[in-house]
């Protein structure tokens, strides 16, 4: 059984910064791409960031280019996303999840994605 632990989110104003982490159990975290999602009230659940499974390759959504870092260390089992100027729209739960292979084919749908976190919210304020 896979477990995602997603920690960091909290408040923060407009221009500051957070670091998500995700801490992945129970799978062989080093052969499979993980990605960042979220959610605002009323919107659907939207790709942020992805990274494939040795970390080689990574992909942004438009909104978040140049601002918006995913890493991950493989020796930890976990997944970072690094979010600087940060704006009142990138208010969301954000999501941790995991595909089932090390690809990023893909990668912008949900479903593409096979285990997912509990979320942590983030909010950034004006």
């Known amino acids: 059984q896979v477990q995602l632990v997603e920690s960091g989110g909290g408040l923060v104003q407009a221009g500051g910064s957070l670091r998500l982490s995700c801490a992945a159990s129970g799978r062989a975290f080093t052969t499979n791409a993980m990605g960042w999602f979220r959610q605002a009230p009323g919107n659907e659940r939207e790709s942020v960031a992805a990274i494939s499974s040795s970390g080689g390759l990574t992909r942004y959504a438009d909104s978040v280019k140049g601002r918006f870092t995913i890493s991950r260390d493989n020796a930890k089992n976990t997944v970072y996303l690094q979010m600087n100027s940060l704006k009142p729209e990138d208010t969301a739960v954000y999501y941790c999840?995991?595909?089932?292979?090390?690809?990023?084919?893909?990668?912008?749908?949900?479903?593409?994605?096979?285990?997912w976190g509990q979320g942590t919210q983030v909010t950034v304020s004006s």
């Open positions: 999840a995991m595909r089932y292979v090390g690809s990023l084919a893909n990668y912008e749908s949900p479903s593409a994605f096979g285990y």
